[in-house]
């Protein structure tokens, strides 16, 4: 049977009460506080101290503080009065105090289930946002990649035709020049040949005929006695350039994609190739070395390998860049703090390993894992100094 305190104190003002309970050598941390707009209890075994309050208060601007042997309860009024008293005028049997304590309670569980619920749904959307902006920003990147590739493609296109029309109209000159010199060159010929012969020696015009000619098949319009080897071929390397350009798959832009490389590697990890990660992390970090996710994951895989000391080296550098600490960056922090602090216990210092650990529960105050952990490496700790 719980001793009822009676020897509590209390003040107001017109919009606060402020009330005062003893905790008669208790510890502070035994204090079970629970409260109410209407109703205050504060269980301390074998003491119990409760009140149904003269008028409602306003829980969320109200406050408790526990120390110096006594219980300091601040409640916010909801209407600026002078109570007068404490307690409500209103009284009621053991039956009908035990009725209002449970709807009391069952009032406090719904309050505290519907706050659970906003907090889900509001961490929900978070993640959807981020994952939205994630995805909107690879596709940016893609985009951005593919525009390049295309502009590649036209400017080479363009170079290779105006290098192909300026080689047709240099043949077009050549062959207009050799033509007209060899009709010249005949002219004069049949000249010389006929100035000084009478009209009755010279013979009578040939009959007219057909002559079929077939030549040998060539990539270029011009003859192969007109054509220019080391220009030729010049032009189709650059021809074969521009289709392996225009033939360029999905593969080669992964390759310098450091958002598309850290998806690869990560396949890699769940397959639990450690090294061929490792490999295709480096790879993005030599393209894009301010990615603080491609460290922390690399970070991951060495701690796989047991390679402790990389693993170190690569989250503190993570670390370095998710700077500075807000609260978009708390949960990937919190985790390279994890990798960081196994590492350094792995290789005995646990007195780093509990600091880091100290420091991702501070980030992440919820997570059941990580207090049990911190109770290991305190253990642990408590065992290396004995």
């Known amino acids: 049977m719980p001793v009822l305190v009676r020897d509590y104190t209390w003040s107001e003002t017109i919009n606060e009460v402020v009330i005062t309970v003893p905790l008669k050598g208790a510890k502070p941390s035994k204090a079970d506080i629970f409260s109410t707009e209407d109703y205050v209890k504060i269980n301390y ?41 404490l ?11 035990r009725r209002k ?21 509001k961490k929900r959307e978070a993640e959807t946002f981020s994952i939205k902006q994630q995805m909107k920003l690879e596709e940016e990147s893609r985009g951005e990649i593919e525009r ?64 079929t000619v077939s030549f040998t098949p060539r990539y270029f319009p011009t003859a192969a006695r007109e054509s220019t080897e080391k220009e030729e071929q010049e032009w189709l390397a650059k021809m074969a350039a521009a289709r392996k350009i225009q033939a360029a798959s999905s593969d080669d832009i992964n390759q310098n994609n450091p958002v598309l490389l850290k998806d690869k590697a990560c396949g890699f990890f769940k ?7 490792i490999n295709v992390f480096s790879q993005a970090i030599s393209l894009n070395p301010m990615l603080p996710v491609l460290y922390s994951n690399r970070a991951a895989c060495y701690l796989k390998l047991n390679d402790n000391e990389h693993c170190i080296q690569d989250a503190s550098r993570a670390l370095e860049l998710l700077y500075p600490v807000v609260p978009s960056n708390h949960i990937q922090r919190a985790k390279v703090f994890v990798r960081r602090g196994t590492a350094y216990a792995n290789i005995g210092c646990h007195e780093l390993g509990l600091q880091d650990y100290e420091a991702a529960m501070k980030l992440d105050p919820s997570n059941e894992q990580l207090k049990t952990d911190i109770v290991q490496i305190r253990t642990l700790l408590s065992c290396k100094n004995l």
Not at 67 to 80: D, P, T, Y
Request: charged share 40%; with cysteine.
């Open 45 to 85: 075994a074998p003491y119990l101290f409760e009140v149904f309050l003269f008028a409602p208060v306003v829980e969320e601007k109200s406050s408790a503080r526990v120390g110096s042997g006594v219980v300091e309860l601040r409640l916010c009024k909801r209407k600026e009065l002078i109570w007068g008293q």
């Open 101 to 121: 304590r449970e709807e009391a309670v069952k009032v406090a569980q719904e309050k505290a289930e519907q706050e659970q619920v906003e907090r889900a749904t």
């Open 148 to 211: 390049e590739k295309q502009d590649e493609r036209d400017k080479a296109m363009e170079e290779l035709e105006a290098w192909k029309q300026h080689k047709q109209k240099e043949t077009k000159e050549q062959k207009s020049d050799l033509q007209q010199k060899q009709n010249s060159k005949l002219s004069h010929n049949m000249w010389q040949d006929n100035k000084d012969v009478p009209d009755c020696q010279r013979p009578a015009p040939r009959s007219g005929g057909k002559i």
């Open 87 to 97: 307690e409500s005028n209103i009284k009621v049997d053991k039956e009908e105090m």
């Open 271 to 277: 397959a639990g190739d450690y090294d061929a990660a």
